[in-house]
């Protein structure tokens, strides 16, 4: 993935009326591209893995799905059951595709209510690489904590306050702020839209929902990426690109 800075049109309606969801239009490409690629298989993934522990018999909802990819290794670690959620119609189908009849995979905005998952019905809820595309953290944020039980996880990547800041060149850290950045998938760019923020603001967000946060991580990517991709890995070892919180929805012993 190459990153080129853009400035943010904050007048821009989002996503602008006449530009296709952002990973619909992507589709199969982003599925192929993040399959195997260091940022997403060797350090995003196992880094959420490794903060959501043994999920062997855990009911886990799978926010931002996409193609399934983390899903799958959900289901192959011995969840009971996996629940996957999108924005993007052809990510559902996508998931539903890789991960066949051991998932289950709903077409649903995150910003909105998710009136059809009942209260504490799940053990751990993922959220890779998601959050930043909403602006508002507050309802979504309540939403997971609903469907968890008490006792149960929250297990979210972000990109990292820092790296955004830095990379878009923004004069103020401190605002919350749309942003543009143009990534190449498959040999072709890609707009593709979200939000910074301050880390202050993704943790009180967090602790106003009702969370605990009991981790924070800046992982290394898996050591076995160095030779497939030798640029990304000094990169992702050398500056902060997502940043890891497990959060816990207060229960019996907590
Ligand atoms: C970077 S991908 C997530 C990667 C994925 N977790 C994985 O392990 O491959 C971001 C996903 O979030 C989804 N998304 C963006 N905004 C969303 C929203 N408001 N509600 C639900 N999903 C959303 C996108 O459609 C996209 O599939």
């Known amino acids: 993935?190459?990153?080129?800075?853009?400035?943010?049109?904050?007048?821009?309606?989002?996503?602008?009326?006449?530009?296709?969801?952002?990973?619909?239009?992507?589709?199969?490409?982003?599925?192929?591209?993040?399959?195997?690629?260091?940022?997403?298989?060797?350090?995003?993934?196992?880094?959420?893995?490794?903060?959501?522990?043994?999920?062997?018999?855990?009911?886990?909802?799978?926010?931002?799905?996409?193609?399934?990819?983390?899903?799958?290794?959900?289901i192959e670690r011995g969840a009971a059951s996996v629940t996957g959620i999108d924005a993007s119609a052809q990510m559902v189908r996508l998931a539903g595709e890789h991960c066949g009849d051991s998932g289950r995979f709903h077409h649903a905005d995150l910003a909105a209510p998710l009136d059809f998952l009942p209260d504490a019905s799940f053990d751990l809820v993922t959220a890779s690489l998601v959050l930043h595309y909403l602006e508002d953290w507050s309802g979504p944020?309540?939403?997971?904590?609903?469907?968890?039980?008490?006792?149960?996880?929250?297990?979210?990547?972000?990109?990292?306050?820092?790296?955004?800041?830095?990379?878009?060149?923004?004069?103020?850290?401190?605002?919350?702020?749309?942003?543009?950045?143009?990534?190449?998938?498959?040999?072709?760019?890609?707009?593709?839209?979200?939000?910074?923020r301050p880390l202050g603001a993704a943790f009180n967000a967090l602790r106003d929902a009702g969370f605990t946060v009991d981790r924070l991580e800046e992982p290394m990517p898996r050591p076995e990426a160095r030779e497939q991709d030798p640029a990304w890995f000094d990169l992702l070892s050398t500056a902060p690109r997502f940043l890891y919180f497990r959060a816990l929805r207060p229960g019996p012993g907590l």
């Not at 993935?1 to 904050?10: G, S, V």
């Not at 309606?13 to 940022?39: C, K, L, R, W």
């Not at 972000?158 to 990534?183: A, I, K, L, N, S």
């Open 1 to 74: 993935m190459t990153r080129q800075p853009d400035q943010p049109d904050q007048s821009a309606p989002f996503p602008p009326p006449d530009e296709p969801d952002q990973y619909d239009a992507m589709g199969a490409e982003y599925a192929e591209h993040t399959a195997s690629n260091i940022v997403n298989a060797h350090y995003d993934r196992p880094a959420v893995l490794a903060l959501a522990g043994d999920v062997t018999g855990r009911r886990v909802l799978d926010v931002g799905c996409a193609a399934g990819h983390l899903s799958a290794l959900l």
């Open 141 to 196: 944020l309540a939403e997971l904590r609903r469907v968890l039980r008490p006792g149960g996880a929250l297990v979210m990547s972000v990109h990292h306050p820092g790296e955004d800041w830095h990379w878009f060149e923004r004069p103020d850290y401190f605002r919350t702020e749309r942003v543009t950045d143009t990534w190449t998938v498959a040999g072709r760019p890609r707009t593709v839209r979200f939000y910074r």
